[in-house]
């Protein structure tokens, strides 16, 4: 069974640099066709994907927050982290991570998620 959790903290100040990391258990993140996603859920708003990081380390991210997007990860600690540059209030918002299958063209498996406030 595979299983996701995310990390970080739960307070931003604006401006600043939102970081989390999802720990992988059950399944390599290295693992051929798996794609490791960061979406969010703004308060009263529709699930917004942010991007992914791949298999093969190979990243996208959405247009709209590329610019400000990195996702990284630590195949060691079989973590991967999104970082999420000068951020204001509108990226308020419970964030999750989940795995997508490139060959079921799926999510299978999410995190619980964690609530980011961005606030001073």
């Known amino acids: 069974q595979v299983q996701l959790q995310e990390s970080g903290p739960g307070l931003v100040k604006p401006s600043q640099t939102l970081s989390l990391t999802c720990t992988v258990s059950?399944?390599?993140?290295?693992?051929?066709?798996?794609?490791w996603m960061w979406i969010r859920q703004p308060p009263g708003k529709g699930l917004e994907w942010i991007g992914y990081?791949?298999?093969?380390?190979?990243?996208d991210y959405s247009p709209s927050l590329k610019s400000r997007t990195s996702i990284s990860k630590d195949t060691s600690k079989n973590q991967f982290t999104l970082q999420l540059s000068s951020v204001t209030p509108e990226d308020t918002a419970v964030y999750y991570c989940?795995?997508?299958?490139?060959?079921?063209?799926?999510?299978?498996?999410w995190g619980q998620g964690t609530q980011v406030t961005v606030s001073s």
């Open positions: 989940a795995r997508y299958t490139g060959w079921g063209r799926r999510y299978d498996y």
């Open positions: 990081i791949a298999y093969s380390g190979t990243t």
């Open positions: 059950g399944g390599s993140i290295t693992t051929n066709d798996y794609y």
